[in-house]
């Protein structure tokens, strides 16, 4: 009993440190991965966003927000943002590692 309650104990610990990442990223960062690639190796059209520079995620989805750039779903997505959630995704991604 005390053996199962350790692997219990155990695995709840593990669980939550691997959704720890998850949980520190700010309100919709992590849907991101939906289109962008998150793990090396990935052929995928669409950049990485991990490790990029913080004020070019801003400028592009600024450009995305006001129709500067055009793309299928990006302006939609954009628009879905307040500036400073958009400065807070833009951190957290450039904080990742490549």
Sequence with gaps: ???????LIL??????AGSAAATDAPRGATSCSGCHA???????PLKSLKGRKAAE???????????RQRAAVMNRIAKGFSDSEIAAIAEWWSEQQP
Aim: overall charge neutral; aromatic content about 6%; hydrophobic content about 60%.
């Design 38 to 44: 998150v793990k090396a190796g990935i052929d995928t």
């Design 1 to 7: 009993m005390a053996g199962s309650r350790t692997l």
């Design 11 to 16: 695995f709840s610990l593990l669980a939550a």
């Design 57 to 67: 995620i801003v400028e592009a989805m600024a450009a995305f927000k006001s129709d």
